[in-house]
Protein backbone atom coordinates (compact mmCIF):
# COMPACT_ATOMS: atom_id res chain seq x y z
CA UNK A 1 0.00 0.00 0.00
CA UNK A 2 1.71 3.83 -0.86
CA UNK A 3 1.18 6.44 -2.80
CA UNK A 4 -2.73 7.83 -2.20
CA UNK A 5 -3.83 4.45 -1.52
CA UNK A 6 -5.96 4.36 1.72
CA UNK A 7 -7.00 1.30 3.50
CA UNK A 8 -10.86 0.95 3.33
CA UNK A 9 -11.80 1.79 6.63
CA UNK A 10 -10.80 3.96 9.86
CA UNK A 11 -10.50 0.86 11.47
CA UNK A 12 -7.36 -0.50 9.29
CA UNK A 13 -5.29 2.57 10.78
CA UNK A 14 -4.48 3.88 14.15
CA UNK A 15 -5.94 7.30 15.03
CA UNK A 16 -4.16 10.16 16.76
CA UNK A 17 -6.14 12.94 18.73
CA UNK A 18 -4.36 15.63 19.90
CA UNK A 19 -5.34 16.20 23.80
CA UNK A 20 -4.52 19.98 25.58
CA UNK A 21 -5.13 22.07 28.64
CA UNK A 22 -6.27 25.50 28.03
CA UNK A 23 -7.32 28.18 30.82
CA UNK A 24 -10.90 29.64 31.40
CA UNK A 25 -9.99 32.87 29.48
CA UNK A 26 -8.51 30.98 26.42
CA UNK A 27 -11.58 28.62 26.33
CA UNK A 28 -13.72 31.45 26.31
CA UNK A 29 -11.68 33.22 23.41
CA UNK A 30 -11.75 30.37 21.17
CA UNK A 31 -15.81 29.76 21.69
CA UNK A 32 -15.82 33.47 20.63
CA UNK A 33 -13.44 32.85 17.80
CA UNK A 34 -15.13 29.45 16.35
CA UNK A 35 -18.46 29.46 17.64
CA UNK A 36 -19.60 32.71 17.63
CA UNK A 37 -20.81 32.28 21.51
CA UNK A 38 -18.84 34.94 24.57
CA UNK A 39 -18.89 31.78 27.17
CA UNK A 40 -16.48 29.49 28.95
CA UNK A 41 -17.28 25.79 28.38
CA UNK A 42 -15.59 22.74 29.83
CA UNK A 43 -14.68 21.12 26.42
CA UNK A 44 -14.17 22.38 23.02
CA UNK A 45 -13.56 19.53 20.13
CA UNK A 46 -12.11 20.55 16.31
CA UNK A 47 -12.85 17.31 14.08
CA UNK A 48 -10.44 17.48 11.18
CA UNK A 49 -12.33 14.80 8.97
CA UNK A 50 -15.56 15.89 7.36
CA UNK A 51 -18.70 13.86 7.48
CA UNK A 52 -20.24 12.19 3.81
CA UNK A 53 -23.72 12.04 2.28
CA UNK A 54 -24.49 9.31 4.44
CA UNK A 55 -22.98 10.28 7.78
CA UNK A 56 -19.70 8.37 7.56
CA UNK A 57 -16.37 9.89 8.50
CA UNK A 58 -14.65 10.20 5.06
CA UNK A 59 -10.41 10.13 5.51
CA UNK A 60 -8.55 12.14 1.87
CA UNK A 61 -4.79 11.42 1.62
CA UNK A 62 -3.55 14.22 3.37
CA UNK A 63 -5.20 13.01 6.50
CA UNK A 64 -3.08 10.31 6.70
CA UNK A 65 0.09 9.95 8.65
CA UNK A 66 2.98 8.17 7.09
CA UNK A 67 6.47 6.39 7.38
CA UNK A 68 9.45 7.51 5.15
CA UNK A 69 8.41 4.43 2.70
CA UNK A 70 4.96 6.19 2.32
CA UNK A 71 3.11 3.33 4.19
CA UNK A 72 -0.05 4.65 6.06
CA UNK A 73 0.23 4.93 9.54
CA UNK A 74 -2.61 6.84 11.47
CA UNK A 75 -5.27 9.25 10.92
CA UNK A 76 -5.49 12.85 12.87
CA UNK A 77 -9.26 12.39 13.93
CA UNK A 78 -8.82 16.13 15.60
CA UNK A 79 -8.17 18.20 18.45
CA UNK A 80 -9.95 17.81 22.31
CA UNK A 81 -9.16 20.82 24.55
CA UNK A 82 -10.27 20.93 28.26
CA UNK A 83 -10.40 23.77 30.62
CA UNK A 84 -9.19 21.89 33.74
CA UNK A 85 -10.12 25.01 36.13
CA UNK A 86 -13.86 24.13 35.05
CA UNK A 87 -13.68 20.42 35.40
CA UNK A 88 -12.24 21.02 38.82
CA UNK A 89 -15.45 22.65 40.00
CA UNK A 90 -17.56 20.32 38.73
CA UNK A 91 -16.04 17.52 39.91
CA UNK A 92 -16.17 18.65 43.18
CA UNK A 93 -19.75 19.73 42.77
CA UNK A 94 -20.79 15.98 41.68
CA UNK A 95 -18.49 14.82 44.41
CA UNK A 96 -16.13 13.00 42.40
CA UNK A 97 -12.18 13.13 41.58
CA UNK A 98 -10.69 15.39 38.73
CA UNK A 99 -9.80 12.14 37.06
CA UNK A 100 -12.96 10.85 36.56
CA UNK A 101 -14.07 14.35 35.66
CA UNK A 102 -11.20 15.00 32.85
CA UNK A 103 -11.77 11.04 31.39
CA UNK A 104 -14.81 11.86 30.77
CA UNK A 105 -14.85 15.17 28.97
CA UNK A 106 -11.93 13.29 26.90
CA UNK A 107 -14.32 11.03 25.55
CA UNK A 108 -17.31 13.48 25.09
CA UNK A 109 -14.81 14.92 23.02
CA UNK A 110 -13.80 12.19 21.12
CA UNK A 111 -17.59 11.24 20.46
CA UNK A 112 -17.52 14.83 18.65
CA UNK A 113 -14.65 13.83 16.55
CA UNK A 114 -16.18 10.26 15.51
CA UNK A 115 -19.22 12.83 13.90
CA UNK A 116 -21.90 12.18 16.91
CA UNK A 117 -23.48 15.40 18.21
CA UNK A 118 -26.15 16.39 20.61
CA UNK A 119 -27.94 19.16 17.92
CA UNK A 120 -30.65 16.90 18.28
CA UNK A 121 -32.27 15.51 22.16
CA UNK A 122 -32.05 12.56 20.85
CA UNK A 123 -28.76 12.12 19.81
CA UNK A 124 -27.88 13.93 23.07
CA UNK A 125 -29.40 10.37 24.79
CA UNK A 126 -26.99 8.55 22.52
CA UNK A 127 -23.93 10.29 23.28
CA UNK A 128 -24.67 9.96 27.01
CA UNK A 129 -25.10 6.44 26.75
CA UNK A 130 -22.15 5.68 24.39
CA UNK A 131 -20.03 8.22 27.06
CA UNK A 132 -21.34 6.03 29.97
CA UNK A 133 -20.61 2.79 28.28
CA UNK A 134 -16.81 3.49 27.55
CA UNK A 135 -16.52 5.12 31.44
CA UNK A 136 -17.96 1.87 33.09
CA UNK A 137 -15.64 -0.52 31.12
CA UNK A 138 -12.49 2.02 31.87
CA UNK A 139 -13.18 1.77 35.47
CA UNK A 140 -14.16 5.39 35.55
CA UNK A 141 -17.92 4.85 36.00
CA UNK A 142 -20.60 7.77 36.02
CA UNK A 143 -21.55 6.33 39.51
CA UNK A 144 -19.84 6.59 42.67
CA UNK A 145 -20.47 2.68 43.20
CA UNK A 146 -19.61 1.65 39.87
CA UNK A 147 -17.79 -1.70 39.16
CA UNK A 148 -14.55 -1.91 37.77
CA UNK A 149 -13.30 -3.98 34.72
CA UNK A 150 -12.47 -6.54 37.06
CA UNK A 151 -15.84 -7.14 38.23
CA UNK A 152 -17.35 -6.70 34.68
CA UNK A 153 -17.27 -10.20 33.26
CA UNK A 154 -17.87 -9.95 29.16
CA UNK A 155 -20.07 -13.15 29.07
CA UNK A 156 -22.43 -12.23 31.22
CA UNK A 157 -24.38 -9.08 29.86
CA UNK A 158 -24.95 -7.98 26.27
CA UNK A 159 -26.32 -4.69 25.30
CA UNK A 160 -26.33 -2.72 21.77
CA UNK A 161 -28.01 -0.45 18.92
CA UNK A 162 -30.06 -2.13 16.21
CA UNK A 163 -30.98 -0.26 13.06
CA UNK A 164 -34.62 -1.01 12.28
CA UNK A 165 -34.69 -0.58 7.92
CA UNK A 166 -37.03 -1.17 5.56
CA UNK A 167 -39.21 -0.15 2.81
CA UNK A 168 -42.30 1.95 3.40
CA UNK A 169 -45.14 -0.05 4.93
CA UNK A 170 -43.16 -2.92 5.65
CA UNK A 171 -44.51 -3.14 9.19
CA UNK A 172 -41.22 -1.34 11.12
CA UNK A 173 -43.29 1.41 13.23
CA UNK A 174 -45.66 -1.56 14.45
CA UNK A 175 -43.06 -3.88 15.31
CA UNK A 176 -41.07 -0.28 17.02
CA UNK A 177 -44.37 -0.26 18.97
CA UNK A 178 -44.77 -3.79 19.86
CA UNK A 179 -41.25 -4.11 21.16
CA UNK A 180 -41.12 -1.22 23.45
CA UNK A 181 -44.69 -1.75 24.72
CA UNK A 182 -46.29 1.76 23.61
CA UNK A 183 -47.20 4.19 20.90
CA UNK A 184 -43.86 5.81 19.92
CA UNK A 185 -43.94 5.96 16.01
CA UNK A 186 -46.36 6.75 13.58
CA UNK A 187 -48.35 3.64 12.43
CA UNK A 188 -50.08 4.99 9.45
CA UNK A 189 -50.59 3.19 5.82
CA UNK A 190 -48.88 6.61 3.75
CA UNK A 191 -45.48 6.38 3.13
CA UNK A 192 -42.50 7.64 4.69
CA UNK A 193 -44.39 8.76 8.00
CA UNK A 194 -41.49 7.76 10.07
CA UNK A 195 -39.17 11.21 9.53
CA UNK A 196 -36.79 10.68 12.83
CA UNK A 197 -34.77 8.02 14.48
CA UNK A 198 -36.92 6.55 17.18
CA UNK A 199 -35.50 4.37 19.58
CA UNK A 200 -37.57 1.50 21.41
CA UNK A 201 -35.47 0.09 24.39
CA UNK A 202 -36.06 -3.94 25.68
CA UNK A 203 -34.28 -5.35 28.15
CA UNK A 204 -34.12 -8.92 29.29
CA UNK A 205 -32.04 -10.72 31.97
CA UNK A 206 -28.79 -10.80 29.77
CA UNK A 207 -29.81 -8.30 27.09
CA UNK A 208 -30.55 -4.76 26.45
CA UNK A 209 -31.40 -4.18 22.81
CA UNK A 210 -32.02 -0.30 21.33
CA UNK A 211 -34.11 -0.96 18.74
CA UNK A 212 -33.42 2.38 16.57
CA UNK A 213 -36.43 2.87 13.82
CA UNK A 214 -35.70 4.60 10.78
CA UNK A 215 -37.59 6.02 7.55
CA UNK A 216 -38.77 3.96 4.85
CA UNK A 217 -36.40 3.46 2.04
CA UNK A 218 -37.51 4.87 -1.21
CA UNK A 219 -36.15 7.38 -3.94
CA UNK A 220 -35.87 11.10 -2.66
CA UNK A 221 -38.11 13.10 -4.16
CA UNK A 222 -36.79 16.60 -2.58
CA UNK A 223 -34.44 18.04 0.66
CA UNK A 224 -36.89 16.46 3.17
CA UNK A 225 -36.45 12.88 1.23
CA UNK A 226 -32.98 13.05 1.03
CA UNK A 227 -32.18 13.84 4.49
CA UNK A 228 -34.72 10.92 5.72
CA UNK A 229 -32.58 8.36 3.25
CA UNK A 230 -29.20 9.84 5.07
CA UNK A 231 -30.70 9.59 8.12
CA UNK A 232 -31.37 5.33 7.22
CA UNK A 233 -27.26 5.38 6.18
CA UNK A 234 -26.07 6.86 9.62
CA UNK A 235 -28.39 4.64 11.42
CA UNK A 236 -26.65 1.46 9.96
CA UNK A 237 -23.24 3.05 10.29
CA UNK A 238 -23.75 3.79 13.90
CA UNK A 239 -25.34 0.39 14.75
CA UNK A 240 -24.33 -2.36 16.40
CA UNK A 241 -26.48 -4.91 14.16
CA UNK A 242 -28.84 -3.91 11.58
CA UNK A 243 -32.48 -5.64 10.96
CA UNK A 244 -33.59 -5.26 7.91
CA UNK A 245 -37.80 -6.19 7.72
CA UNK A 246 -39.03 -7.87 4.63
CA UNK A 247 -42.58 -8.01 3.42
CA UNK A 248 -43.19 -11.65 3.92
CA UNK A 249 -45.33 -11.55 0.78
CA UNK A 250 -42.63 -10.42 -1.71
CA UNK A 251 -41.20 -12.11 -4.54
CA UNK A 252 -37.51 -10.32 -4.96
CA UNK A 253 -36.00 -7.21 -3.21
CA UNK A 254 -36.27 -3.92 -4.00
CA UNK A 255 -32.66 -1.85 -5.44
CA UNK A 256 -33.10 0.07 -2.24
CA UNK A 257 -33.41 -2.57 0.27
CA UNK A 258 -29.80 -4.42 -2.05
CA UNK A 259 -27.99 -1.04 -1.41
CA UNK A 260 -28.83 -1.39 2.29
CA UNK A 261 -27.77 -4.57 2.39
CA UNK A 262 -24.23 -3.82 0.10
CA UNK A 263 -23.94 -1.02 3.02
CA UNK A 264 -24.33 -3.06 6.12
CA UNK A 265 -21.75 -5.50 4.64
CA UNK A 266 -19.09 -3.01 3.75
CA UNK A 267 -19.75 -1.52 7.39
CA UNK A 268 -19.12 -5.16 8.52
CA UNK A 269 -22.78 -5.09 10.79
CA UNK A 270 -24.08 -8.27 11.53
CA UNK A 271 -27.77 -8.02 9.66
CA UNK A 272 -30.61 -10.27 9.95
CA UNK A 273 -33.61 -10.61 7.48
CA UNK A 274 -37.43 -10.39 9.21
CA UNK A 275 -40.12 -11.49 6.85
CA UNK A 276 -43.20 -9.91 8.66
CA UNK A 277 -46.55 -9.83 7.66
CA UNK A 278 -46.80 -13.72 7.92
CA UNK A 279 -50.30 -13.52 9.37
CA UNK A 280 -51.39 -12.02 5.91
CA UNK A 281 -50.14 -15.06 3.91
CA UNK A 282 -52.60 -17.66 3.03
CA UNK A 283 -49.90 -20.37 3.72
CA UNK A 284 -46.74 -20.49 5.67
CA UNK A 285 -45.32 -21.92 1.99
CA UNK A 286 -45.81 -18.69 0.18
CA UNK A 287 -42.94 -17.16 1.60
CA UNK A 288 -40.88 -20.35 0.44
CA UNK A 289 -39.88 -18.61 -2.61
CA UNK A 290 -38.45 -14.97 -1.09
CA UNK A 291 -36.49 -17.25 1.61
CA UNK A 292 -34.90 -19.54 -1.31
CA UNK A 293 -33.38 -15.90 -3.01
CA UNK A 294 -33.03 -14.65 0.11
CA UNK A 295 -30.39 -17.80 0.59
CA UNK A 296 -28.97 -18.29 -2.12
CA UNK A 297 -27.96 -14.06 -2.65
CA UNK A 298 -26.97 -14.04 1.30
CA UNK A 299 -26.28 -17.36 2.72
CA UNK A 300 -24.44 -16.50 5.83
CA UNK A 301 -27.81 -13.97 6.98
CA UNK A 302 -30.28 -15.63 9.03
CA UNK A 303 -34.07 -15.41 8.22
CA UNK A 304 -36.82 -15.02 10.75
CA UNK A 305 -40.48 -15.18 9.85
CA UNK A 306 -42.31 -12.54 11.78
CA UNK A 307 -45.94 -11.20 12.58
CA UNK A 308 -45.76 -7.98 14.47
CA UNK A 309 -49.68 -7.28 14.50
CA UNK A 310 -50.39 -10.56 15.48
CA UNK A 311 -47.02 -10.02 18.27
CA UNK A 312 -45.81 -13.91 16.47
CA UNK A 313 -42.21 -14.43 16.65
CA UNK A 314 -41.11 -12.05 18.85
CA UNK A 315 -39.58 -13.78 21.33
CA UNK A 316 -37.84 -15.98 18.46
CA UNK A 317 -36.32 -12.77 16.69
CA UNK A 318 -34.75 -11.12 20.03
CA UNK A 319 -33.56 -14.52 20.52
CA UNK A 320 -31.84 -14.63 17.26
CA UNK A 321 -30.39 -10.88 17.96
CA UNK A 322 -28.92 -11.40 20.88
CA UNK A 323 -25.56 -13.14 20.15
CA UNK A 324 -25.48 -10.14 17.54
CA UNK A 325 -24.80 -7.73 20.36
CA UNK A 326 -21.68 -6.79 21.74
CA UNK A 327 -20.89 -7.54 25.36
CA UNK A 328 -21.74 -4.37 27.33
CA UNK A 329 -22.77 -3.23 30.28
CA UNK A 330 -26.32 -1.59 30.31
CA UNK A 331 -26.54 1.01 28.50
CA UNK A 332 -29.63 2.97 30.02
CA UNK A 333 -31.76 2.50 33.02
CA UNK A 334 -33.27 -1.06 33.06
CA UNK A 335 -36.84 0.65 33.15
CA UNK A 336 -36.10 2.76 30.55
CA UNK A 337 -38.58 1.77 27.05
CA UNK A 338 -37.47 4.60 24.87
CA UNK A 339 -35.06 7.75 25.00
CA UNK A 340 -37.62 10.19 23.09
CA UNK A 341 -38.67 13.24 25.03
CA UNK A 342 -41.65 14.09 25.54
CA UNK A 343 -41.98 16.80 23.42
CA UNK A 344 -41.05 14.30 20.89
CA UNK A 345 -43.44 12.36 21.22
CA UNK A 346 -46.31 14.60 21.50
CA UNK A 347 -45.24 15.96 17.95
CA UNK A 348 -45.68 12.26 16.24
CA UNK A 349 -48.93 12.11 18.06
CA UNK A 350 -50.06 15.14 16.73
CA UNK A 351 -48.99 14.42 13.20
CA UNK A 352 -50.18 10.72 13.39
CA UNK A 353 -53.83 12.34 13.69
CA UNK A 354 -52.86 14.93 10.65
CA UNK A 355 -52.11 11.80 8.93
CA UNK A 356 -55.49 9.71 9.92
CA UNK A 357 -57.97 12.56 9.36
CA UNK A 358 -56.86 13.96 6.23
CA UNK A 359 -55.71 11.05 4.41
CA UNK A 360 -54.81 11.50 0.75
CA UNK A 361 -55.59 15.19 0.76
CA UNK A 362 -52.18 16.73 1.56
CA UNK A 363 -50.46 12.81 1.40
CA UNK A 364 -46.94 14.12 3.23
CA UNK A 365 -46.68 18.03 2.97
CA UNK A 366 -46.92 18.67 6.56
CA UNK A 367 -44.34 18.87 9.63
CA UNK A 368 -45.30 19.68 13.32
CA UNK A 369 -43.33 21.89 15.63
CA UNK A 370 -43.53 22.09 19.74
CA UNK A 371 -43.40 26.31 20.32
CA UNK A 372 -43.98 25.67 23.71
CA UNK A 373 -44.06 22.79 26.39
CA UNK A 374 -45.79 24.41 29.80
CA UNK A 375 -45.57 21.66 32.69
CA UNK A 376 -47.86 23.38 35.57
CA UNK A 377 -47.07 21.40 38.82
CA UNK A 378 -48.76 21.48 42.71
CA UNK A 379 -47.19 23.30 45.06
CA UNK A 380 -46.69 19.97 47.66
CA UNK A 381 -43.57 18.63 47.82
CA UNK A 382 -40.22 19.75 45.93
CA UNK A 383 -41.25 19.85 42.78
CA UNK A 384 -45.40 18.94 43.25
CA UNK A 385 -47.19 16.82 41.46
CA UNK A 386 -47.85 17.65 37.51
CA UNK A 387 -51.33 18.68 37.19
CA UNK A 388 -51.23 19.84 33.69
CA UNK A 389 -49.01 20.96 30.57
CA UNK A 390 -49.27 23.66 27.80
CA UNK A 391 -48.47 22.62 24.22
CA UNK A 392 -48.72 25.22 21.79
CA UNK A 393 -47.57 23.77 18.62
CA UNK A 394 -47.39 25.08 14.53
CA UNK A 395 -48.33 22.81 11.43
CA UNK A 396 -46.87 24.01 8.52
CA UNK A 397 -48.01 23.07 5.09
CA UNK A 398 -47.62 23.79 1.48
CA UNK A 399 -50.23 25.82 0.29
CA UNK A 400 -53.01 27.54 1.29
CA UNK A 401 -55.95 24.93 0.00
CA UNK A 402 -53.66 22.73 2.06
CA UNK A 403 -54.54 25.49 5.24
CA UNK A 404 -58.30 25.43 4.34
CA UNK A 405 -58.21 21.29 4.81
CA UNK A 406 -56.51 20.96 7.58
CA UNK A 407 -58.85 23.64 9.47
CA UNK A 408 -61.87 22.42 7.83
CA UNK A 409 -65.50 24.13 7.96
CA UNK A 410 -65.61 26.47 11.02
CA UNK A 411 -62.31 24.64 12.52
CA UNK A 412 -64.33 21.70 12.62
CA UNK A 413 -61.06 19.42 11.46
CA UNK A 414 -58.27 21.31 13.00
CA UNK A 415 -61.06 20.63 16.25
CA UNK A 416 -60.88 16.86 15.83
CA UNK A 417 -57.15 16.22 15.28
CA UNK A 418 -56.49 18.29 17.95
CA UNK A 419 -59.38 16.57 20.33
CA UNK A 420 -57.64 13.32 19.25
CA UNK A 421 -54.01 14.16 19.60
CA UNK A 422 -54.33 15.52 23.24
CA UNK A 423 -56.50 12.18 24.28
CA UNK A 424 -52.82 10.46 23.27
CA UNK A 425 -50.99 12.87 24.89
CA UNK A 426 -52.98 12.81 28.23
CA UNK A 427 -52.10 8.98 28.23
CA UNK A 428 -48.70 9.85 27.76
CA UNK A 429 -48.18 12.69 30.13
CA UNK A 430 -50.81 11.53 32.77
CA UNK A 431 -52.10 14.89 33.30
CA UNK A 432 -54.63 17.25 31.67
CA UNK A 433 -53.17 18.97 28.52
CA UNK A 434 -54.14 22.31 26.89
CA UNK A 435 -53.47 21.86 23.02
CA UNK A 436 -53.54 25.47 21.16
CA UNK A 437 -52.93 24.06 17.33
CA UNK A 438 -51.93 27.07 14.26
CA UNK A 439 -51.69 25.76 10.98
CA UNK A 440 -48.69 28.22 8.61
CA UNK A 441 -48.23 27.70 5.07
CA UNK A 442 -44.33 27.56 3.95
CA UNK A 443 -44.38 26.97 0.36
CA UNK A 444 -41.99 24.13 -0.74
CA UNK A 445 -40.93 23.89 2.89
CA UNK A 446 -39.30 20.44 2.55
CA UNK A 447 -36.69 21.54 -0.51
CA UNK A 448 -36.22 24.74 2.32
CA UNK A 449 -32.58 24.05 4.70
CA UNK A 450 -33.98 27.00 6.84
CA UNK A 451 -37.44 25.06 7.61
CA UNK A 452 -35.90 22.49 8.10
CA UNK A 453 -33.70 22.83 10.51
CA UNK A 454 -36.06 25.20 12.21
CA UNK A 455 -38.60 22.08 12.60
CA UNK A 456 -35.88 19.82 13.16
CA UNK A 457 -37.23 17.25 10.52
CA UNK A 458 -35.12 14.76 8.51
CA UNK A 459 -32.10 16.30 9.69
CA UNK A 460 -29.40 13.66 9.03
CA UNK A 461 -27.26 11.98 11.81
CA UNK A 462 -23.94 13.14 10.50
CA UNK A 463 -22.89 16.54 11.87
CA UNK A 464 -21.28 19.56 10.07
CA UNK A 465 -17.40 19.32 10.42
CA UNK A 466 -17.75 22.50 12.92
CA UNK A 467 -15.86 23.14 16.17
CA UNK A 468 -18.29 21.46 18.79
CA UNK A 469 -18.84 21.99 22.46
Not at 90 to 109: C, D, I, K, N, T
Amino acid sequence: MSGDTLPQTLADLEAVVELGWVSREEIRELNSEARGVDEETDVLSFPLLDPAEDGTLTVGPADVERDEEGQPLAVALGDILICPEIALLQAEESGHSFEREAAYLAVHGLLHLLGFDHLEEAEEGRMRALASAAMRLSGLGLDTDEASPEEYEEEDFRAGFIALVGRPNVGKSTLLNLLAGNRLAIVSQKAQTTRHSIRAIVNREHEQFIFVDTPGLHKPEHRLGERMMRRSFAAVRDADAVLLLLDARAKALYQEEIAMIERAVELGRPLLFVLNKIDLLAAKEEMLPLMARLHAAYPEIEIVPLSALKEDGLQELLDVLAPLLPPSPMLYEPDSFTDQTERQLVAEYLREQILLYVHDEIPHGTGVHIDSFEELYDEDGEKGERRMVRIHASIVCDKERHKAILIGEGGSRLKMIGSAARQRMEELLECPVYLETFVKVREDWRNRRSILDDYDIGRSAGRAADPAD
